[in-house]
């Protein structure tokens, strides 16, 4: 019986279906995207806002204010008395006689510094805001002695996703890829709709949390699936532009903040897609690589009929039937990435390099900060600045292969970081630059590590391998902040010197992986364990005479 990979060269490997596929696939990269960067938009500390104070309140009802008006005698009166008076997290001790306030000109009896000798003291009644709706800070009050609680839902929100990573990396493996996709597309909408209408606090993190959960199942589950579903020469091209995809809904990020001013109006723009991609279920059937790993091989010589048939091709008669693995199908098991010696240098090789490029993507762009003044502005330039990377990658990938790119890459990443370290302040534009090369490298990076780990699982394995790998790159998250502030504290430069020595490590690291450039993906633990003893003349490999059945 024919394998599985000469079944899909005759039905197609890259036709009109794995195009259809992969285009309606990809969108989830850009909801994925609004989703780990969107509390940018979601959470700024509100531009205007005063201590509420308990008089004002009871003025305002006496006299029928609007909202605004409150608002605005509360700021005047703190303004009028004192002008050097810091009326966001404080108030003046002082009890207010409201019933002789004229509605008319309620300020009329306040002078100048009439209130300079009062103590203050910290607000105890909530806070008015200009624009209440505008950020989740102002909708529940995170603001002053609270403000960290902004960061939390961000912590809160990484930690789902490591959770999803495992949970939904296993429901792909063993309930199957289009089914867990689905799933947690109804997932993320439902929570993402929960979040947007959270009555407080406390829900809106629970269903945060949730959502980062459901979220990173639907990003990582369709990677997998539109690298399964293209031949060989093909995975490098969809491995890298659907991460373009991701880039892309952070250029269009702030483009939707721009245009709506509340922050559940952004929550529900960015949420609400994840309902469309359902309607997939009539169109992406399941991958037919999961269903033989699963001893199904009808399904899945149903499933290559059609696309052959979508393809504008047919199957000869002797496809009838694809080969399928004869070894025992079991559930996938964390034990089984460390268990054999191939599969255990791949895994802590590829969590240390998840790990290397969140840390010092995160902390670059941290740091970074290239362009001040317009939020919106800024944001859109440093998501500009990623495209050239994956544009260079497509470029190179296909013609000197996967290793030496992401070496060279992660190296180069490490040396910029060094350089730019020791530069001095008053070449400012030198300086930029060189951290503008180790952003552009560690993107780089970041983007070939998730099309090697997809590449260097058997099919059994190769969500769970992904999601467990890419565990590492939410720690990463995590910590990226931290590591960038406590060191700063120390010296400026600290945290460029701790990037260069965790690249430079992971550069000398990834030298032991195989070349994975054409050839067909393993299906089986067995054929992982063959991936060594490249040799590059001529442009082949020794793995590539290698046939792989399932």
Not at 182 to 211: D, E, H, K, T, Y
Not at 215 to 233: A, D, H, L, R
Request: with cysteine.
């Amino acid at each position: 019986m024919p394998s599985f990979e000469a079944v899909l060269k005759e039905a197609g490997e890259f036709g009109s279906f794995q195009k259809t596929a992969f285009l309606l696939l990809s969108q989830t990269g850009i909801t994925f995207s609004f989703l780990f960067v969107g509390i940018v938009f979601l959470g700024p500390k509100p531009e205007n806002f005063t201590c509420k104070l308990p008089y004002a309140a009871e003025i305002s009802d006496r006299c029928g204010w609007t909202l605004q008006e409150e608002y605005n005698f509360t700021r005047l009166a703190g303004d009028l008395v004192n002008s050097t008076y810091e009326h966001q997290c404080q108030k003046y001790d002082i009890e207010w006689n409201t019933t002789s306030v004229d509605c008319a000109n309620p300020l009329a009896h306040l002078t100048n510094n009439s209130l300079g000798s009062v103590p203050l003291t910290t607000c105890q009644n909530g806070w008015l805001y200009e624009q209440p709706h505008s950020t989740i800070a102002s909708e529940y009050n995170l603001v002053c002695a609270k403000d960290w609680l902004v960061d939390l839902t961000q912590s809160v929100l990484n930690l789902g996703f490591l959770i999803g990573a495992f949970t939904l990396g296993y429901a792909a493996d063993r309930y199957g890829r289009i089914t867990t996709y689905l799933f947690s597309c109804f997932g993320a909408g439902l929570c993402g709709l929960i979040v947007a209408f959270a009555p407080n606090f406390i829900v809106f993190v629970i269903f945060r949390f949730l959502q980062g959960v459901f979220g990173k199942g639907t990003w990582m589950t369709s990677f997998v699936i539109v690298t399964e579903i293209v031949g060989s020469k093909q995975r490098r091209i969809v491995g890298i532009v659907i991460q373009m995809f991701f880039t892309l809904g952070v250029v269009i990020l702030p483009g939707i903040a721009y245009l709506i001013p509340t922050w559940q109006g952004i929550q529900l723009a960015t949420t609400l897609p994840n309902f469309i991609f359902l309607l997939y279920y009539w169109v992406v059937p399941e991958s037919p690589r999961w269903l033989l790993s699963r001893k199904e091989g009808d399904k899945a010589t149903r499933v290559m009929h059609s696309i052959a048939k979508k393809n504008g091709n047919r199957l000869s008669s002797h496809y009838s039937e694809i080969a399928v693995t004869n070894e025992e199908v079991t559930n996938p098991s964390s034990l089984d990435l460390i268990r054999t010696p191939q599969m255990r240098k791949f895994t802590l090789i590829l969590m240390y390099a998840w790990f290397t490029s969140a840390v010092v993507y995160q902390g670059l762009v941290l740091r970074l900060g290239i362009i001040e003044g317009n939020l919106y502005l800024e944001f859109f330039v440093t998501a500009m600045m990623e495209l050239p990377a994956a544009l260079l990658i497509l470029l190179i990938i296909d013609r000197i292969g996967r290793r030496l790119p992401f070496v060279i890459s992660t190296l180069v990443a490490g040396v910029s970081c060094l350089i730019t370290a020791f530069l001095p302040k008053d070449i400012l534009w030198l300086k930029t630059s060189v951290a503008v090369i180790a952003r552009v490298a560690i993107t780089m990076s970041f983007e070939l590590v998730y099309l090697v780990n997809s590449e260097l699982y058997p099919t059994t394995l190769r969500n769970f391998g992904v999601a467990v790998c890419s565990g590492l790159c939410d720690i990463g998250g995590i910590v990226a902040p931290f590591l960038l502030y406590r060191l700063a504290d120390i010296w400026m430069e600290l945290p460029l010197i701790i990037y260069s020595i965790l690249c430079v490590l992971c550069g000398i690291l990834l030298m032991l992986l195989p070349e994975t450039k054409g050839i067909p993906l393993p299906e089986t633990v067995k054929d992982v364990e063959q991936l060594r003893g490249f040799s590059h003349c001529c442009g082949k490999s020794k793995q590539q005479e290698i046939n792989s059945y399932i």
